[in-house]
């Protein structure tokens, strides 16, 4: 199983006293109390016993919830040390809120052999940060050839499969893959897009890239795989997750699979919620696959995250060099990264603009993740696991990429006014990381 | 009605108010007012006379440095900038550079970068890629001219296309004009399109649907696959050029049927105005897009586009350039 960050021997317990937890997988939203000890929540209820424990008062205001858990990130290593690594991506994690993340296969080497699973979870676990949950390939290679050995991969800590970036395209090998791996109970996650229709497409097709002269990739590229995979799913009784959702028509395709109880799951990022494809320049940090759509895929977006159809928040966090981003907008590879903007654009634009509550976004960003991929976090019933993500849903954050933990620079959001910021993050127990800017949250320091 | 389409009105004749533009570069014509279309094509109008000299030259940009710098292949543009500058006594220097940044191995950042080190004063670029040019302005002094890039706009073109019809018709307001072929992949058609409904024409843009870029509509102009409706009453028919390399990309399934459906030809051209102006920014396949007779019959312009692209590039050098003084 993946990596744990080990608590120290001799830790004292901790005590969060008197916040507001949010804990949709018990059902729990009100003042509680929390006991850490020795890596797990020991405890909850009202008015715990101090007995021994450090005691860390939760100032008003704050919110107290599972540990946040990203299922969709690039870390770039091995291969791409100089995009990104898994020591600076989990420090980007910690400090936007994150216990753990899901990193997807596409290094130099592919992740596709267990060798290599085993050694991003050294890695990972040498950096002491923020859990990470290897997704292994489906194919080696992504190459869409040949199956990659999946119960070895599952055994040395993978806890999904996929091609991302290279979706499965083949329909046979997608139905092979699908009952390969319900055999482990691990789910298919896939980039849906079909080759053919997206070509060399740089932008969303509609009138930003006429007008840019930006060669388009039609919504319907992503909704023609979303339906087939959702059939697949239905065929194979294969768990499928849909990943970074973006058109409205894909949306409906999942709607229609999980009302015949298909095993059909899917993710949207903070990007696709929040911007469209108007907003688009000859800027490359705007560049990105799925690119951006129109406002009615958008809106649709936010509809789906409202009324439960979206199972989950990822950020597809995409670090590239600054070097890689300085070329010609047809030329820039595809991707942002958004671990350290993910949270206040979730508050801001979900929370505080009352399209849904702190409940729902708990779900989407830690139960559900939790559930989708069988980790031992996204709740804080006793004996899970005390990883703790703090949010302050009313603190500004003003984003500003020189104060990012991630190598990377390469996102839109610079100088945004946001409401809604991470507290703190708390992963075993252990204080990882405390945010500076909120006030209230040197309540956690761990002196 | 828009304040531009307003002069628009007026365009036949009315000399523009202005001396000058707003901006260093000419990167794409959206950034053009009505009346700064105006200003360029009546500063055309007088670079014409030039031409017609026995000495063909002005000192207007004396001791200015302007690079060509071209990354497509290109004879007509390429030519016509060239004897632009020299005409109005520029040093110019061509640069034919290989291909894209990922092929070559240097950036196109780092090859603007080291022209910059040179301190040319203007440079007039050619471009694959959407948006090279503003990728350029942003990281030189230099001014910047774009002589095509990608998929985007080709604004001197649409402009020695605008002086073209101004020759031809005494006003743009209410002009039918009807801009044929492939125009998913067309630059010239984008600016065409931004600078004639800007000064009130009554753009039709005409070509299978396969070539049809999404949101076309919102441009402002009517767009049909029927050519016959496309000409019918045209003042002014805009044939495009069909890459040949196209039917591969499942656009259209061969040069018979596109000439059949696309093609303009005498039978159909009847169907225009009995003054209506055939144009093509070439270079021409004939029998394709344009039937030669067509091509040079007696409504082509298609040789005035050409001659008037060397006053026109010169009087974009000459404001861009922003002297203000050595015309005559």
């Not at chain 2, 040319?120 to 990728?135: E, L, N, T, W, Y």
């Amino acid at each position: 199983m993946a990596t744990r960050s080990t608590p120290a021997a001799g830790q004292p317990p901790v005590l969060l006293k008197g916040g507001r937890v949010v804990d949709p997988a018990r059902g729990v939203d009100g003042e509680c109390d929390l006991l850490l000890r020795d890596g797990v929540v020991a405890e909850t209820g009202r008015d715990l016993p101090v007995d021994g424990a450090r005691v860390i008062q939760i100032p008003d205001g704050l919110v107290v919830c599972p540990g946040l858990i990203d299922m969709h990130v690039h870390l770039r290593e091995p291969g791409q040390e100089y995009k990104e690594t898994i020591a600076s991506g989990t420090a980007a994690a910690v400090a936007g809120g994150f216990t753990g993340v899901a990193c997807m296969p596409n290094t130099v080497p592919v992740n596709d052999h267990a060798g290599i699973t085993s050694m991003i979870l050294r890695k990972a676990a040498e950096a002491g940060l923020a859990h990470v949950y290897p997704i292994g390939a489906v194919t080696a290679g992504s190459r869409g050839e040949q199956m990659t050995e999946i119960g070895a991969l599952r055994d040395a800590g993978c806890v999904a499969i996929s091609d991302d970036g290279h979706p499965v395209a083949e329909a046979l090998m997608m139905r092979r893959a699908l009952e390969y791996a319900s055999m482990f109970g691990i789910p298919v996650i896939n980039h849906c897009e079909d080759p053919s229709l997206k070509g060399d497409g740089a932008a969303h097709e509609g009138h930003t890239a006429a007008v840019l002269g930006l060669r388009g990739i039609p919504g319907a590229a992503e909704e023609v795989m979303v339906a087939r995979d959702v059939a697949l799913s239905e065929l194979t009784g294969g768990a499928v997750h849909i990943a970074h959702m973006s058109v409205a028509g894909s949306l409906r395709a999942v709607r229609s699979g999980k009302e015949r109880g298909v095993a059909v799951t899917c993710e949207v990022t903070p990007h696709h919620f929040t911007l469209t494809d108007e907003q688009l320049t000859y800027d490359t940090n705007w560049k990105m696959n799925p690119p951006l759509r129109g406002s009615a895929d958008r809106d649709a977006m936010l509809e789906g995250l409202a009324d439960g159809s979206i199972d989950a928040i990822a950020t597809d966090h995409a670090p590239h060099h600054a070097d890689d981003k300085a070329v010609e907008f047809a030329e820039a590879p595809f991707g942002i990264i958004g671990l350290e903007t993910a949270i206040p654009l979730v508050l801001d634009r979900l929370l505080h603009s009352g399209r849904i509550s702190i409940g729902r976004i708990v779900e989407l960003l830690a139960t559900n993740p939790a559930r989708i991929l069988g980790l031992p976090g996204g709740s804080l019933a006793p004996g899970a696991p005390a990883d703790v993500t703090v949010l302050a849903p009313d603190a500004a954050t003003r984003v500003r990429k020189d104060t990012f933990r991630s190598q990377a620079r390469n996102m839109p959001f610079e100088g945004w006014q946001l409401r809604g910021a991470v507290a703190a993050v708390l992963i075993g127990g252990r204080t990882v990381y405390v945010n500076g800017d909120v006030g209230a949250a040197s309540a956690f320091d761990k002196s | 009605m828009t304040p531009g389409a307003a002069d628009g009105g007026a365009a036949g004749g009315a000399a523009s108010h202005l001396s000058r533009l707003r901006s260093r570069h000419l990167l794409s014509a959206a950034d053009l007012t009505a009346e700064e279309v105006l200003l360029i094509l009546d500063t055309a109008g007088a670079m014409r006379e030039v031409g017609t000299r026995p000495i063909k030259k002005v000192p207007a940009l004396r001791g200015k440095t302007v690079v060509n710098l071209f990354f497509e292949p290109s004879t007509r543009t390429r030519t016509s900038f060239e004897i632009a500058e020299k005409r109005l006594s520029a040093d110019a220097l061509n640069i034919s550079a290989a291909t894209s940044s990922l092929v070559k191995g240097e950036t196109l950042a780092d090859t603007a970068r080291n022209l910059e080190a040179m301190a040319p004063d203007i440079i007039v670029v050619r471009h694959q890629a959407s948006g090279a040019c503003h990728m350029l302005a942003d990281i030189c002094s230099s001014r910047i001219v774009n002589a095509g890039d990608g998929m985007h706009e080709h604004p001197t073109q649409a402009l020695l296309d605008l002086l073209t019809i101004r020759d031809h018709k005494s006003t743009f307001a209410g002009l039918k004009v009807a801009i044929v072929g492939d125009l998913l992949h067309s630059r010239v058609m984008r600016s065409n399109v931004v600078l004639l409904t800007m000064l009130g024409a009554d753009v039709w843009v005409c070509g299978p649907p396969t070539m049809m870029p999404a949101g076309i509509g919102r441009l402002g102009v009517t767009a049909t696959s029927s050519l016959d409706a496309a000409v019918d009453g045209a003042d002014v028919i805009m044939m495009l050029r069909i890459q040949l390399e196209r039917m591969s990309g499942h656009f259209f399934p061969s040069l018979r049927e596109y000439h059949e459906l696309f093609g303009l030809s005498r039978a159909r051209l009847a169907r225009a105005r009995p003054d209506v102006i055939v144009m093509h920014p070439g270079p021409l396949n004939r029998g394709v897009e344009i039937a030669s007779d067509v091509a040079d019959g007696p409504y082509s312009v298609i040789l005035e586009q050409v001659s008037n692209g060397v006053a026109l590039r010169m009087a974009v050098l000459y404001l861009i350039a922003g002297v203000t003084e050595g015309v005559d």
